[in-house]
């Protein structure tokens, strides 16, 4: 059978998502009743105006009574004003009514560190001198 296989380069979505389910369906034999009833589900909050122009935004997705921060990110135009400030606090409510017990995400040093840390969270690992020149910045915030 090893000879028959071969490994595919190019980025299929279907592919992704049958691998991802794969180890979702192993973890499940390893974790915790509760953790094993917690799904996948996506996660967006998009800040828009009144002609649905797109200033910023928060994906990820739950899993493991967590929310997995992707991507968040505030225009420039409007860094400064609360807004990025407030779509943190409605992820953790979202966070909470999903019955997640945490937050996590990543920030490099020219982001937003010092934004997450005086919102609560918590440096739990970093990469120095990656990408180069910076550091990468690991964090989490209980939501209980």
Same mark, same amino acid.
Not at 42 to 63: A, P, Q
């Given at each position: 059978?090893?000879?028959?296989?071969?490994?595919?380069?190019? *980025?299929?979505?279907?592919?992704?998502?049958?691998? /991802? !389910?794969?180890?979702?369906?192993?973890? %499940?034999?390893? $974790?915790? $009743?509760?953790?094993?009833?917690?799904?996948?589900?996506?996660?967006?909050?998009?800040?828009?105006?009144?002609?649905? !122009? #797109? +200033?910023?935004?928060? @994906?990820?997705?739950?899993? *493991?009574?967590?929310?997995?921060?992707?991507? +968040? *990110?505030?225009?420039?135009? $409007?860094?400064?004003?609360?807004?990025? %400030?407030?779509?943190?606090?409605?992820?953790?409510?979202?966070?909470?009514?999903? %019955?997640? /017990?945490? #937050? !996590?995400?990543? @920030?490099?040093?020219?982001?937003?560190?010092?934004?997450?840390? !005086?919102?609560?969270? @918590?440096?739990?690992?970093?990469?120095?001198?990656?990408?180069?020149?910076?550091?990468?910045?690991?964090?989490?915030?209980?939501?209980?």
């Amino acid at each position: 059978m090893g000879e028959a296989l071969h490994i595919a380069s190019e *980025w299929n979505k279907e592919d992704a998502i049958h691998v /991802r !389910k794969q180890l979702i369906q192993f973890n %499940k034999l390893k $974790v915790s $009743v509760a953790d094993k009833e917690f799904e996948v589900e996506d996660v967006s909050l998009i800040l828009k105006d009144e002609d649905g !122009k #797109i +200033f910023g935004g928060l @994906t990820g997705y739950t899993h *493991w009574q967590c929310l997995n921060v992707d991507i +968040f *990110w505030i225009d420039e135009n $409007v860094r400064g004003q609360g807004y990025g %400030k407030k779509m943190l606090q409605m992820a953790e409510d979202l966070a909470r009514e999903k %019955k997640c /017990r945490l #937050i !996590k995400l990543d @920030t490099l040093s020219f982001q937003a560190p010092d934004f997450y840390q !005086k919102q609560g969270y @918590t440096i739990y690992g970093t990469l120095e001198d990656f990408p180069e020149g910076c550091t990468h910045y690991y964090l989490y915030k209980k939501v209980e």
